[in-house]
């Protein structure tokens, strides 16, 4: 038997422990997590695809089931070059599902052998979103306790440099 993949696609601009606590979940269902960060161009974030990268391998250093690869271009392609058999998607709330359903119909469109499984995050993350996180660091608020350790320190290092 081949081991089970599931991509888990996302900015991850920066990881936040709700997407910390998707993956530690999907690592109970599928022998392998591959963190796909999507590089798109058009975006400009606090953190280049590559640190983002870094700093999810930095999170689960030491964790041979969790890899982590930049792509662009469709999600399908690169689940079908990874021999990926599902996507997992993190829902905070009924706002997050009308977008995943309409992707989600989308890539079952383009690739019906890839199925999307959607997982709750635990409560204590419903409000937990990349972009009120950065929201909070750049007018200097308290997001200890929003991110991994070393993505705080990693977002303090960012905010001080353009200080």
């Given at each position: 038997?081949?081991?089970?993949?599931?991509?888990?696609?996302?900015?991850?601009?920066?990881?936040?422990?709700g997407h910390v606590n998707i993956i530690d979940r999907s690592l109970?269902?599928?022998?392998?997590?591959?963190?796909?960060?999507?590089?798109?161009?058009?975006?400009?974030?606090?953190?280049?695809?590559?640190?983002?990268?870094?700093?999810?391998?930095?999170?689960?250093?030491?964790?041979?089931?969790?890899?982590?690869?930049?792509?662009?271009?469709?999600?399908?392609?690169?689940?079908?070059?990874?021999?990926?058999?599902?996507?997992?998607?993190?829902?905070r709330a009924v706002q997050d599902f009308e977008y995943e359903f309409?992707?989600?119909?989308?890539?079952?469109?383009?690739?019906?052998?890839?199925?999307?499984?959607?997982?709750?995050?635990?409560?204590?993350?419903?409000?937990?979103a990349s972009r009120l996180v950065k929201e909070v660091a750049r007018?200097?608020?308290?997001?200890?306790?929003?991110?991994?350790?070393?993505?705080?320190?990693?977002?303090?290092?960012?905010?001080?440099?353009?200080?």
């Amino acid at each position: 038997m081949t081991d089970r993949l599931a991509l888990y696609p996302g900015s991850f601009d920066p990881m936040t422990l709700g997407h910390v606590n998707i993956i530690d979940r999907s690592l109970v269902h599928f022998d392998q997590v591959l963190v796909a960060i999507m590089n798109n161009p058009a975006k400009v974030g606090m953190f280049s695809p590559e640190e983002r990268a870094d700093l999810v391998r930095a999170v689960y250093d030491g964790n041979p089931r969790v890899t982590v690869e930049v792509f662009d271009g469709l999600l399908v392609d690169f689940a079908r070059e990874r021999n990926a058999t599902a996507v997992v998607r993190g829902l905070r709330a009924v706002q997050d599902f009308e977008y995943e359903f309409q992707m989600t119909m989308m890539n079952r469109r383009l690739a019906p052998e890839l199925d999307t499984l959607f997982m709750m995050t635990d409560a204590e993350h419903f409000y937990v979103a990349s972009r009120l996180v950065k929201e909070v660091a750049r007018f200097g608020g308290d997001f200890d306790g929003l991110v991994p350790d070393v993505v705080a320190t990693a977002m303090r290092a960012k905010l001080a440099a353009k200080d």
